[in-house]
């Protein structure tokens, strides 16, 4: 299955020695141009075993004949399958000299079936050989052949070929083949120098590596330390011994067998230490950890689930609990201090999280009736798209084409769901037996518009794509080439047309936003935040273009201008930092992006704006006038009576939440976009425009208001995912964009805070957009509202007027009932909580269960510290987001109030 | 009269079912070297043309809708045309979505047109069949309570189960299992014949089942 495993014949070090190797070709890649000869293989097809080592046994004896070699490694591939590896090896024997040395060795075993991987015993257990020609046991051999360590036959082989033991070994030599052919006194002096020299190495290491890294236990190491000089005492002593001869043969031997034993126990020991802390699982803390998970989603979802069912929910399921667990860390913290204990923060922390859940799942079970079945059954659709997705997470191939999983599920998730919305006739216009004819016509614009919108969201989910960074898994990838800096293309046409396309794309970005918010009226003021939109956007994609070129044409020859070029780079960055950080100030400040036209004053006749603004000033204006008429009762009343016939125009209030929401985004995707290099700037605006054409089809399919269902929120996740890949991205360690923590620093930091930052940034671009602009999906159907109910104009009683009116109210309808609004924001807010818990869990129950697998350092592990951390990410942003919103609603009170005191 | 229906409706279904496993068996006793893995795009020109001749026959045979109007020879001419292109453009637009979904988009194109091509003959030629170049009844039948005869829930059933066949026939792609049949498009085409296969079998045993809930508004 894995194609490198069995590692034949001799290890490699090449200094100045002659490396010849022949066999599987991942070597290649591995060690490119390492060896002196090398006959290479391929071996990815694993049913092949032939070809790999006939090619071998073809080459083999005369290269070993020829003697042009120091060392030779020989990798067949059908040991791993058939073992016949020792057939080979008996024909070598002939063609080896006095001084050679043969090692075959496997680096695992299997299990019955052939199949390895696991921490069985038959699989963890390999078979070693050693030949030479001269004797390497001065006795009859033992008669239970001992168990070696694989460590060991790396200082073994670096001490034989004579080059120095790897830093970072803590294998022992294996003594026996350091006996050489003299007698037995020489042969323990020999053997002793050797585990000298390994002694003297495992504790350099040690030491170097208490210093950088503390989880090794401090009195541990000090006794491996008072072991280790002890000895290295004694080793001198008899050294001096040893060459004044005071010591005659029986006496010296058994000082010399005594000392190489406490070596042998200083290593051995060395070894034990490390391992034990190195591979060390507490399985009672992650099963702990996965319960604590598992228990919050649940919460999420019940919480969820209750938001809209009372009044009392608050307190007695949200705030009784969070007392409990105060009270619980409280005491445990107390309990900890009179016993006088180190104080685990962790555990006391789990603990309060614990006991909080215990308590809301308390309430709940007392107080709130259970769901039925049916409810249930109505989201297994979204559910078990995101079942899929989570499963995925167990195989370690799905894992590594994540990249290409989350879109696919997407794509099913959003095409299941326009069937869906089509099988329950949600798309037609309600039957009759005359509409059979008329209903067609109806039913065809609504499918169709739908249809684009999904086509759309299909061709940006395909062309996301193209910005894939590779994974080493998969040889036969290509990265992106818009990955790379523009710098680094050499074609200076192919250079300006990409750079051109780039920052016309961006403008276009500015032009649409700029162009959405004039649209519904929120760009007429004269605030602050209007004037930034206004002014500072072009002025942000100017400094990022100017840095792009700058940064693009950096490596050209430009002379003087090296200076200006240096200053350029670092300039240009933190202009966008700095204009970006005052636009998301103002933005806090004074969030309101609302035109108010106050006609009180005049004594003019009734201007209920949508019907009776004059025509010239909706021209002048460019916009379709957005009305909500303030304090409707009292204003109602004050007509009836006909004193005061005056009225609040307001420009841009049905769309006040969101468009505080667009400009948050806008500035944020500016900033990711100048971390990230040039070309991933097309990846952004799909984004942009993925999010805008899933909002659409939600509008489009949403039942309930007040509610987002889970698809929305699911496929919002979703799309979360699929553009953490497709701006670059890879959940390892190699695919992180180390150069995004100097964008705007020249190679100086003093902090390592601020690079972390920015890298995190550049890493979870995706999940930060996505997790921001979440109360979107409750905002848009009520943004959306508007085109529809403006085809009908029927004018002819006063009734319908009055409802033509209030159906514009847009967004102010969330303002009408403001309980609703803040219950369903937190039920949005839930929803995603438990989507992004549900995959953690997912991904933290594969590493915990896995955690012996053979990929669990290359996939699994990476994979659950960049959810893990994506998940604090996306929670924190999504607060943010939600936190933003309730700023704007206050910014809206407070103005209503002052409408009123005027 | 409905029992007999459904029993028409099982032996139809059985014959296609029977007919599918014909080509993956038959041509390999004239042609050497002939299997569903190894020439697997024969075996998807083999078995479209054998499911769709089959369908055909069956239709014309069968009539399960008959028609009471008659219509003249050139009508009947325009109708066939019709129902030719709209099953070539059901197979382009099956291949893009298929390429939508991430299936390459310049390499194995044959094999990637070859597989909508069969996705087609399981679903599009059905309704061609069933319901002619009709778009409208397309939609009726394929919405819920539009089905007016144990054909057309038939038809539900297996286009659904081919697609979800299909679509189920991705999930083993990216696994390193280094299967023959992992290659594009072989397991999606193997899931999508699978889902028609079980899904022909399961319609008559559900209508059965269901008969008493079953109601056919006629139209």
């Known amino acids: 299955k894995h194609g490198g495993c069995a590692r034949g014949r001799q290890d490699k070090q090449s200094e100045g020695r002659r490396v010849v190797f022949m066999g599987d070709d991942t070597w290649e890649g591995l060690f490119p141009k390492k060896f002196f000869r090398s006959y290479f293989f391929p071996s990815f097809n694993v049913k092949d075993l032939h070809t790999v080592d006939d090619g071998i046994l073809q080459h083999l004896y005369p290269t070993v004949d020829s003697g042009e070699w120091d060392v030779l490694i020989a990798h067949f591939l059908g040991v791993d399958h058939l073992r016949w590896g020792g057939v080979a090896s008996w024909s070598l024997v002939d063609h080896l000299g006095n001084d050679t040395l043969l090692l075959v060795a496997g680096d695992h075993g299997m299990t019955e079936t052939g199949d390895h991987g696991g921490d069985s015993e038959k699989e963890v257990n390999a078979a070693l050989f050693v030949y030479s020609k001269t004797p390497l046991f001065g006795t009859s051999p033992p008669e239970e052949p001992e168990a070696v360590p694989q460590v060991n036959l790396v200082p073994t082989v670096a001490l034989l070929l004579g080059v120095p ?93 005594s000392l190489i034993s406490r070596f042998q126990l200083y290593l051995r020991e060395a070894r034990a230490v490390c391992t034990q802390s190195w591979a060390r699982f507490h399985p009672l803390r992650m099963v702990g950890g996965c319960t604590l998970i598992a228990a919050s989603c649940l919460l999420c979802y019940v919480a969820s689930e209750l938001a809209a069912s009372s009044g009392s929910f608050y307190r007695s399921c949200l705030l009784y609990p969070l007392l ?71 195989s370690d191939s799905f894992v590594v084409a994540e990249a290409r999983v989350a879109p696919f599920l997407l794509a099913s998730l959003v095409m299941l769901l326009v069937g869906k919305l089509h099988w329950d006739g949600r798309l037609t216009v309600p039957e009759g037996p005359k509409q059979q004819l008329l209903g067609f016509s109806s039913y065809r614009r609504e499918i169709w518009y739908l249809l684009c919108l999904v086509a759309m969201l299909l061709v940006c989910v395909r062309l996301s794509g193209f910005f894939h960074q590779c994974r080493e898994e998969i040889p036969q990838c290509r990265p992106s080439l818009f990955l790379s800096p523009l710098a680094s293309l050499r074609n200076t046409r192919a250079k300006n047309l990409f750079y051109l396309l780039c920052v016309a794309l961006l403008a276009g970005l500015v032009y649409a936003v700029r162009s959405w918010l004039r649209h519904y009226g929120n760009l007429n003021s004269s605030d602050p935040l209007v ?154 605006l799909l984004l942009f425009l993925e999010a805008f054409v899933l909002l659409h089809i939600h509008t489009r399919a949403k039942g309930l208001p007040f509610s987002v269902p889970w698809y929305a929120v699911i496929s919002w996740l979703l799309a979360a995912s699929q553009f953490f890949y497709s701006t670059g991205h890879q959940p390892i360690f190699p695919a992180i964009h180390w150069n995004a923590a100097f964008v705007g620093f020249h190679l100086d930091h003093s902090t390592n805070l601020l690079p972390a930052v920015l890298v995190g940034a550049n890493t979870f671009a995706s999940h930060i957009l996505f997790a921001v602009g ?103 942003c999504l607060l943010l987001g939600i936190s933003l919103v309730m700023r704007v609603d206050c910014a809206v009170s407070t103005w209503f109030s002052q409408l009123q005191l005027r | 009269m409905k029992e007999a229906e459904v029993r028409r409706l099982l032996a139809a279904n059985l014959l296609c079912v029977f007919s599918i496993i014909l080509s993956a068996v038959v041509p390999a006793s004239f042609w050497d070297g002939f299997t569903v893995f190894g020439t697997h795009l024969a075996w998807l020109c083999i078995c479209s043309v054998c499911v769709s001749t089959l369908n055909i026959i069956l239709h014309l045979v069968l009539k399960p809708n008959l028609s ?137 045993l559900w209508i059965h089942w269901n008969r008493k809930q079953l109601t056919y508004k006629s139209r």
């Open chain 1, 531 to 684: 004037l930034f939109v206004r002014w500072c956007f072009p002025l942000v994609v100017l400094c990022i273009a100017c840095y792009w070129a700058v940064a693009s044409s950096a490596d050209d020859s430009l002379g003087k201008l090296q200076e200006l070029v240096q200053v350029a780079v670092v300039a240009f960055p933190w202009a966008v930092y700095g204009l970006a950080s005052v636009g998301l100030l103002l933005l806090l400040c004074n969030p309101m992006t609302v035109f108010a036209k106050d006609t009180r004053e005049s004594a003019g006749s009734i201007v209920t704006p949508y019907l009776g603004v004059p025509s010239s000033e909706v021209d002048f204006l460019h916009v379709i006038p957005q009305i909500y008429k303030r304090m409707q009762e009292s204003q109602k009343s004050r007509l009836e009576r006909g004193s005061c016939k005056a009225t609040v125009a307001a420009y841009g209030l049905g769309s006040v939440y969101s468009a505080a929401l667009v400009i948050a985004l806008t500035l944020l995707g500016f900033l990711l976009m100048l971390l990230h290099s040039e070309r991933l700037s097309l990846a952004f």
């Open chain 2, 68 to 204: 009471p109007k008659r219509s003249s020879f050139a009508h009947k001419i325009s109708r066939f045309l019709k129902c030719c292109i709209y099953f070539f453009m059901s197979c382009i637009l099956f291949h893009a979505i298929i390429v939508l979904y991430g299936a390459p988009l310049i390499e194995s194109v044959t094999e990637t047109f070859l597989f909508a091509v069969l996705l087609s003959t399981f679903t599009t030629l059905q309704c061609l069949c069933m319901l002619g170049p009709n778009i409208q009844a397309w939609i009726r039948v394929f919405s819920k309570n539009g089905a007016t005869s144990i054909w057309e829930s038939s038809l539900q059933i297996t286009t659904m189960c081919s697609i979800l066949g299909a679509w189920f026939g991705a999930f083993p792609i990216p696994l390193d299992w280094d299967r023959p049949w992992q290659v594009w498009p072989i397991s999606c085409s193997l899931g999508a014949t699978f889902g028609y296969m079980a899904g022909l079998i399961i319609a008559p």
């Open chain 1, 774 to 876: 979440c109360p979107l999906l409750l905002l848009w159907p009520f943004v959306c509202e508007m085109p529809s109910s403006q085809k009908k104009k029927p004018k002819k009683e006063p009734q319908e007027e009055l409802q033509e009116v209030e159906e514009h109210m847009m967004e102010m309808r969330l303002r009408e009932s403001p309980e609703k609004f803040s219950t369903a924001l937190l039920q949005l807010g839930l929803k995603y909580l438990f989507v992004l818990g549900t995959q953690l869990l997912a991904c933290v129950c594969a590493a915990m269960i896995l955690r012996r697998h053979l990929m669990v350092w290359k996939v699994f592990a990476p994979k659950f510290l960049f959810e893990s951390l994506g998940f604090m990410v996306s929670s924190i």
């Open chain 1, 324 to 394: 409990w667990g105060l009270v619980v860390a409280v005491l445990l913290g107390l309990a900890h201090a009179f016993t006088q204990e180190g104080l685990d923060l962790l555990l006391v922390l789990s603990w309060a999280a614990a006991a909080s859940q215990l308590g809301f799942f308390w309430h709940w079970w007392g107080q709130y009736p259970k769901r039925r079945l049916r409810a249930c059954l109505r989201l297994a659709f979204p559910m078990g798209i995101l079942l899929f997705r989570c499963g995925a997470m167990f």
């Open chain 1, 165 to 257: 033991i790897p830093y970072s070994n803590i294998g022992e030599v294996m003594a026996e083949l350091f006996s050489g052919d003299g007698d037995a006194v020489s042969a323990a002096l020999q053997q002793l120098s050797v585990y000298h020299i390994n002694a003297k190495q495992v504790d350099r290491f040690l030491h170097s590596y208490s210093l950088v890294a503390q989880d090794l236990p401090a009195e541990q190491l000090q006794h491996l330390q008072e072991l280790f000089s002890g000895a290295m005492e004694e080793h001198t002593q008899l050294l001096a011994q040893v060459q004044g001869e005071t010591l005659v043969p029986p006496a010296l031997e058994s000082r010399l067998g």
